[in-house]
């Protein structure tokens, strides 16, 4: 999995648990940052360290376009759309090191 290209990612906290939405160009940087509460957030205070879902995409513009899309959907299209690549809600932070 390529990690220094732009992309949307989503956490959790477990299957079916709060989820975050957000976007890097940097997933292994990111990930690692809410993983280990590097910074107070929302991750930090509602215990959201699992990856979940990862979507890459060309430029940086077309990445926050489709997070913006993303936040603003309903939650179960949201779990629609985890379930639809990673059924069994896998902690894909572990590809990243690949």
């Given at each position: 999995?390529?990690?220094?290209?732009?992309?949307?990612?989503?956490?959790?906290?477990?299957?079916?648990?709060?989820?975050?939405?957000?976007?890097?160009?940097d997933?292994?940087?990111?990930?690692?940052?809410?993983?280990?509460?590097?910074?107070?957030?929302?991750?930090?205070?509602?215990?959201?360290?699992?990856?979940?879902?990862?979507?890459?995409?060309?430029?940086?513009?077309?990445?926050?376009?489709?997070?913006?899309?993303?936040?603003?959907?309903?939650?179960?299209?949201?779990?629609?759309?985890?379930?639809?690549?990673?059924?069994?809600?896998?902690?894909?932070?572990?590809d990243?090191?690949?």
């Amino acid at each position: 999995m390529s990690v220094r290209r732009p992309c949307i990612y989503i956490l959790a906290s477990r299957r079916n648990g709060t989820l975050y939405v957000g976007v890097t160009s940097d997933l292994a940087r990111r990930a690692w940052e809410h993983r280990t509460d590097f910074v107070p957030s929302f991750t930090q205070r509602h215990g959201i360290h699992r990856l979940v879902y990862v979507e890459f995409h060309a430029s940086m513009e077309a990445a926050i376009l489709r997070e913006k899309r993303i936040k603003r959907w309903k939650r179960s299209w949201k779990l629609e759309l985890i379930e639809r690549d990673n059924p069994e809600w896998r902690d894909l932070y572990a590809d990243l090191m690949v």
